[in-house]
């Protein structure tokens, strides 16, 4: 989706088509704007529709819709992707659809069976990777001398060696 469509679309009338659009890939925070709508499930139903018609020709925005929409519809009540996957049979070709499907019928089986279970789903928060740099020093005023080249106007700046590190190398050469 270009730039353009983006814009073209964020200004749509459909509030499915503007919240996809503000959400897109992120079918989490979708499903959140989908529960925030002051909706009944009969205009929902409606708008959804609607959606479907605009953004035809954008199957991925498509999938996050129907996703965020078996994800809104069975977070509070598990058993209802039955409803979902017989009114949006193309949920079952999206592989993150089908892990939640998977999760809803576990999670409708244990509440059958009386299985007390409080996990809930939730997407794995990106994980950050930082990088210990204690082990390099910061650069001393001393490591980059002035360089006046002959005959030319400029100042070079170079890299002279640390008379620390150096005399600490040599010694340890030494031995």
Request: glycine fraction near 2%; charged fraction near 25%.
């Amino acid at each position: 989706m270009n730039f353009l469509s983006k814009r073209k679309l964020g200004k749509n009338s459909n509030p499915i088509v503007r919240l996809a659009i503000t959400h897109f890939d992120r079918p989490t925070d979708l499903k959140i704007a989908f529960l925030d709508l002051d909706l009944n499930s009969v205009e929902f139903d409606i708008q959804m529709s609607e959606s479907f018609q605009i953004l035809r020709k954008y199957p991925y925005i498509l999938d996050d819709i129907r996703l965020a929409y078996l994800r809104a519809l069975c977070g509070s009540t598990p058993s209802n992707y039955a409803t979902v996957i017989s009114k949006h049979p193309d949920l079952l070709n999206d592989s993150r659809a089908n892990m939640s499907i998977e999760f809803y019928k576990n999670k409708t089986l244990n509440e059958f069976l009386g299985i007390k279970d409080d996990t809930e789903e939730e997407m794995v928060k990106n994980i950050v990777y930082t990088f210990d740099d204690t082990m390099f020093e910061p650069p001393s005023p001393t490591v980059w001398t002035k360089k006046k080249t002959s005959g030319s106007p400029f100042t070079i700046w170079a890299a002279a060696p640390s008379i620390s590190r150096f005399s600490s190398w040599a010694t340890a050469c030494s031995k």
